[in-house]
């Protein structure tokens, strides 16, 4: 985050009526999701940073992401409160909070949550601009991300005001500066800025990374579960990274288990079949840009054959001026500042159903390894076998969608058939049975394949994209497309069929075994019966023993 | 005419069916020569068997045997007689996973049998089973193997010493000497003397009687005993009680051979009856190879035979309707080789298949208990009402 460019967007509002598909619809789910937006922020930051070190040829630091979660009494709520209004400051604590009666929901404890990474850390001056607004994210070109509504924590800090009506604590320090910067912030809603009760740094304080602790009302007992369950799945397709978890009392560790990296995702320019007449309007007004223009004479204004080369993926100069000429029927000449809006109308329109464009690039995407991926199952699964499978890359509106399969067998897996659905690496653990996944699964027929009710397999999907087809707002499934169900379908049965293949080796080995078994008893028999008939003459019992077993040992071992 | 004249007039017709011939059944050219063994050539077989695996086993190579195959598909018919007799087909069994077992297990029980042999001792099969209950695993399993080990031997399984426990009875007008006993059937009570599975230690075989009695279940013997059939007319009576096992069947074969005797065979009139009737005559597919030991020519079938339900105006009210099964069954005997030399037979078990319907001895019992005894018989008997 310390390279990216950041931007304000949009108002903090949003989060009051949205709060429900965002996952603060009530306190055990406000609870779970506090926790991951935060976890998935720093793993967002921790990869970039990878990212950027591995481009400059430094060596990477592999990712540690400590969680703490801590129940706290209402008294020590009350009383942090009051020591708040008391440190005085600005005398925040009150100011913009004033939408947002403190609600006691009966069901609700206290909680703390803080969590932690050594990633790239903030610059002090940035701060207020990442944490301090409601949207805020790179804009410009696609790319395969965790974050769900490029905003993250916030939404968290916002849930957190909300329910105690503390501040944020976030403590930052970068790789270059030092220093440690601290701050006690919370958002106006009004406003949509930041609000510091507290800021200070600290110097030299020479770690790295971003620490925030908030305190907010939610509710364990229902997050519990899922929060472990969370994190085992992540860890299994995030496996370069350490998790330290703490609640309460309780320490579990979801330890790093391979040194690869997976190639991290790359920005591409959007495809033509992904773009809506909106988003293509937003494209035309990033114009004059004189730098990326051939001929300057038109004032930073391109013809629309090169807006359309320079702004898209796949499209040469030459694609451009057939399709603008045959398809669109506009002058590829015109100039983009010519565009009205039944031009831009006309151009939408034939932009999304034009075949003829090169398939949507998948190179961007970040793919595990099938290795790092069996790593990790292996430690947490305990699996006999595991089995994986890529699928066809296949497009869906303009985006590339990536499918990976594998299924982990036997061992420790309890009977029956567990579905792993992941997005962009993110676990999906809500609204199973109106997934993609989950119906590819019921279509793949693993019965065919693989006896569940004597057998345990869990079905390990990752679905990849620059863009998730998710079904809505909510972003809890994946939607049921027809050609991703079916290559869901397939690698899950490419994957079932190899386990049938290792349970069918296995067992013909076994019965190979048990045949010998068998073999080497009878022929002792023999012996003993053959020397009991012929009085041990020409051959005493442990002869003819002795030569049956080198005749066996000879034909069948 | 007077009843004595009468029953003169009825031993003369029976005389003119005892056979006089005692030599050895021919054995068609194409079955496997069977010969009995002594007790010495059995246990010298046994060895030589050892001693040929041991041999191939010197020059390391696998061991392996020939065993003669014992089921219906090496069964051969003496297109001559219709006798079944086992044919040449064989198995290799050998030191590999398919058939190693077998081999242990045919070895095992040559082992059993060479020790018997050497003590001079008989035991039964059941015996033998339990000398080694982990590698048989089931009864059926020794079973087959002594079978085996026998026609391997190129001999009978009497020659083996282990014998089956008989179940077969036999009462009536016949005195013989059973290990030094003198038996005299005729005081057998009305319970019989139980056939013995050791044939080979009966022999002064000697009788005043005109035919014997062959009945398929234990209830017709019990009520023909009962009746002491036997002193109204001077016959041998004998079950197998079903299918009769080897003892039932050299007994029966040694009274025919030793008196010429007729046999008058009364069993069910059903498939089954029918089947049990060849086993007697003809011999049966599983035993095929001793078939010279164990078939007797000279067998009538008396009843109850399907004509009878109307001749003797058997009430409907007993007949069973064919089952599939017997439907089955009727028509694979149908068309068995053996039936050809019976033609009246199969004129039987064709009207049995066109009426569809069957009927057990015990429906006699349907016009009075002692119909049977009382009339059924006498008239059969005193009519030749026999095919």
């Known amino acids: 985050m310390a390279s990216e460019k950041v931007e304000t967007l949009s108002a903090a509002q949003w989060f009051k009526e949205n709060s429900e598909i965002a996952g603060f619809d009530n306190p055990g789910k406000s609870t779970f999701t506090s926790v991951r937006e935060l976890v998935e922020n720093s793993l967002d930051a921790c990869d970039d940073d990878i990212q950027l070190l591995q481009m400059r040829g430094e060596e990477i630091e592999y990712p540690n992401i400590n969680i703490v979660i801590h129940p706290v009494s209402h008294e020590r709520i009350r009383q942090k409160i009051l020591a708040n209004l008391d440190e005085g400051g600005s005398g925040s604590v009150l100011e913009g909070i004033e939408d947002f009666e403190i609600e006691h929901d009966p069901s609700e404890k206290y909680y703390v949550i803080e969590v932690g990474d050594n990633g790239p850390g903030i610059y002090h001056d940035l701060v207020s601009l990442v944490f301090g607004t409601v949207f805020t994210g790179t804009k410009y070109g696609i790319k395969q991300g965790r974050g769900r509504f490029g905003m993250g924590a916030k939404m968290a800090m916002i849930h957190a005001q909300k329910t105690t009506g503390l501040d944020t604590e976030i403590w930052s320090a970068t790789r270059d500066i030092p220093e440690e910067s601290y701050f006690r912030i919370k958002i106006d809603l009004k406003s949509n800025s930041p609000i510091y009760s507290t800021q200070k740094i600290i110097p030299d304080n020479p770690w790295h990374g971003l620490r925030m602790r908030l305190y907010l009302g939610g509710n364990l007992i229902w997050a519990k579960q899922r929060i472990l369950e969370y994190f085992k799945q992540m860890s299994l397709v995030t496996p370069y990274v350490n998790f330290r978890l703490v609640i309460g009392d309780e320490k579990y560790l979801f330890k790093r288990v391979t040194d690869e990296i997976p190639p991290l995702p790359i920005e591409t320019k959007p495809h033509p079949h992904g773009i809506d007449i909106e988003e293509l309007k937003e494209m035309t007004k990033r114009y004059p840009r004189k730098f990326v223009i051939k001929n300057e004479k038109n004032e930073g204004f391109p013809t629309l054959a090169e807006f359309l080369h320079i702004d898209f993926q796949g499209i040469g100069e030459g694609t451009a001026k057939k399709f603008l000429r045959y398809k669109v029927d506009i002058d590829p000449n015109m100039l983009l500042n010519e565009l009205n809006e039944a031009h831009i109308f006309k151009l939408s329109q034939a932009m999304s159903t034009y075949d003829d464009f090169p398939a949507p690039d998948s190179s961007c995407l970040s793919i595990l390894p099938h290795e790092s991926l069996e790593q990790a199952a292996n430690v947490l699964l305990e699996p006999e076998y595991i089995n994986s499978v890529t699928g066809k890359i296949i497009a869906i509106k303009g985006h590339p969608v990536h499918i990976t399969t594998s299924v982990a067998f036997g061992g420790n897996i309890p009977t029956g058939a567990t579905l792993y659905r992941f997005a962009n690496r993110i676990p999906l653990l809500f609204k199973e049975r109106s997934d993609v996944c989950y119906k590819a699964l019921e279509e793949a027929n693993i019965k065919r394949y693989i006896d569940v009710n004597v057998h345990g397999v869990t079905v390990i999907v990752s679905v990849v994209s620059t863009r998730i087809p998710y079904q809505d707002a909510a972003k809890d499934f994946i939607a049921d497309y027809d050609e991703l169900r079916e290559t869901i379908k397939l690698s899950m049965q490419k994957a079932f069929r190899g386990i049938k293949t290792y349970i069918s080796r296995k067992e013909a080995e076994k019965k190979k075994e048990k045949e010998l078994e068998k073999l080497k008893d009878h022929a002792d028999r023999l012996a003993i019966s053959l020397a009991k008939i012929t009085k041990g003459i020409p051959m005493s019992e442990s002869e003819i023993q002795h030569k049956l077993m080198k005749i066996i040992e000879r034909e069948y071992i | ?326 439907k089955k069954k009727g028509k694979e005997l149908l068309d068995e080789i053996w039936l050809q030399n019976k033609p009246k037979w199969a004129e039987q078990l064709k009207l049995m298949l066109r009426s569809g319907v069957k009927a057990e001895i015990q429906a006699l019992a349907s016009k009075g208990f002692e119909y049977m005894t009382e009339q059924y018989l006498p008239r059969k008997l005193e009519s030749a009402d026999w095919i």
């Open chain 2, 1 to 326: 005419m007077s009843q004595a004249s009468q029953n003169l007039k009825f031993f003369e017709e029976l005389r003119k069916l005892r056979t006089t011939e005692k030599e050895e059944m021919k054995s068609p050219k194409d079955a496997l020569k069977i010969k009995e063994l002594s007790l010495e050539e059995t246990k010298q077989g046994i060895e030589d068997i050892a001693l040929n695996l041991l041999s191939l086993l010197d020059f390391d190579e696998r061991p392996r045997m020939s065993v003669p195959i014992r089921s219906a598909q090496n069964a051969i018919v003496d297109q001559e007689t219709g006798k079944i007799f086992l044919g040449h087909n064989a198995v290799t069994r050998t030191l590999s996973p398919s058939s190693v077992r077998q081999l242990a297990v045919l070895i095992r029980v040559a082992e059993g049998i060479h020790e018997l042999l050497a003590l001079g001792r008989h035991s039964t099969k059941r015996e033998l089973f339990y000398t080694d209950v982990n590698l048989f695993q089931e009864q059926i399993i020794s079973d087959r193997a002594i079978e085996d080990l026998a026609v391997t031997l190129r001999t009978i399984r009497n020659a083996t010493n282990i014998v089956a426990s008989a179940k077969g009875k036999i009462i009536g007008r016949i005195r013989f000497v059973e290990s030094g006993d003198l038996i005299d059937c005729t005081k057998m009570g009305t319970g019989g003397k139980a056939i013995t599975p050791f044939q080979e230690q009966i022999e002064q075989i000697d009788s005043d009687a005109e035919f014997v009695l062959l009945v398929e279940k234990d209830a017709a013997f019990m009520s023909l005993s009962e009746a002491k059939i036997y002193e109204r007319y001077p016959c041998i009576l004998m079950t197998g009680i079903g299918q009769p096992d080897i003892a039932t069947r050299m007994m029966l074969r040694k009274i025919v051979n030793e008196t010429g005797l007729p046999v008058f065979a009364i069993m069910d009139a059903d498939p089954y009856g029918l089947e049990i009737l060849r086993s007697y005559t003809f011999g049966s597919k599983a035993l095929g190879y001793e078939t010279p030991w164990l078939v007797t020519e000279n067998i009538y079938w008396l009843g109850l035979r399907p004509e009878d339900m109307d001749n003797y105006k058997i009430p409907k009210e007993v007949f069973i309707p064919l089952t599939e099964a017997d």
